[in-house]
């Protein structure tokens, strides 16, 4: 079946501008997890849906960042006034919970 | 808290020889789970093999095989007789079955290049 998807592939914005971030999990899974991947920091965890409720906030690195899920399918991860800080690849990852997450592809974010 | 090392950054063999990528971790739980993931240059994480933590026996998958020591709190993965298309980045990832929905903590990565 399908894997996970994330739109869009690529994106570039302006300092300040607000951008959306969107994952497609694998049909059935009922968890979802964000992550983020940048050359200082490596892989870090920043949030987990189990349906529709994101129990831990605590990974996000501000306020800046929200994340939302609907229908207990699609997400989207939000950053508000973009910092050159937030450039990094974004991933998305689904599973059962408690099971093998499988990712996608990741969206690079670059932050001009 | 939960933590994984890759010590080894970067390795580079010569295409038909077998590879070791090291992978270190702490943990206070006794339930958790030990993951290998390879990111190729596209980018995407492949998921590669998941071990509980009570499930000490090596694994072997055709060319690769792990071996899981909770002894020393380890969990290698070798490639025999690698090749080029082996070429990538890989992780080790630990999940604690108490933490944020089994969330993921991975180590450095090991970049691994395999030259012809």
């Known amino acids: 079946g399908a894997g996970v998807s994330q739109s869009p592939s690529n994106k570039v914005t302006e300092k300040g501008k607000d951008v959306e971030l969107r994952c497609d999990p694998i049909s059935g899974h009922t968890a979802l997890y964000w992550y983020r991947q940048s050359l200082g920091q490596g892989l870090e965890f920043l949030i987990y849906f189990q349906g529709n409720s994101a129990p831990d906030k605590s990974g996000l690195p501000s306020d800046r960042f929200s994340a939302e899920r609907t229908g207990g399918s699609v997400s989207t991860l939000t950053i508000q006034r973009t910092q050159q800080e937030d450039s990094a690849v974004y991933l998305c990852?689904?599973?059962?919970?408690?099971?093998?997450?499988?990712f996608g592809p990741g969206t690079r974010l670059t932050v001009l | 808290a939960q933590k994984v090392t890759q010590a080894q950054t970067e390795i580079s063999v010569v295409e038909k020889e077998d590879v070791t990528l090291d992978c270190v971790y702490e943990t206070r739980d006794t339930t958790y789970y030990l993951f290998w993931y390879k990111q190729p240059p596209s980018g995407e994480l492949v998921f590669l093999i998941r071990r509980n933590s009570f499930d000490e026996q090596n694994e072997i998958s055709g060319r690769y095989s792990w071996n899981f020591q909770k002894s020393t709190s380890s969990f290698n993965f070798t490639i025999t007789a690698s090749q080029v298309v082996d070429s990538a980045v890989y992780f080790c990832a630990l999940s604690e079955t108490h933490n944020a929905g089994n969330m993921l903590t991975f180590g450095g990565g090991t970049r691994l290049m395999v030259k012809p």
């Open positions: 990852a689904s599973s059962w919970l408690g099971d093998t997450q499988y």
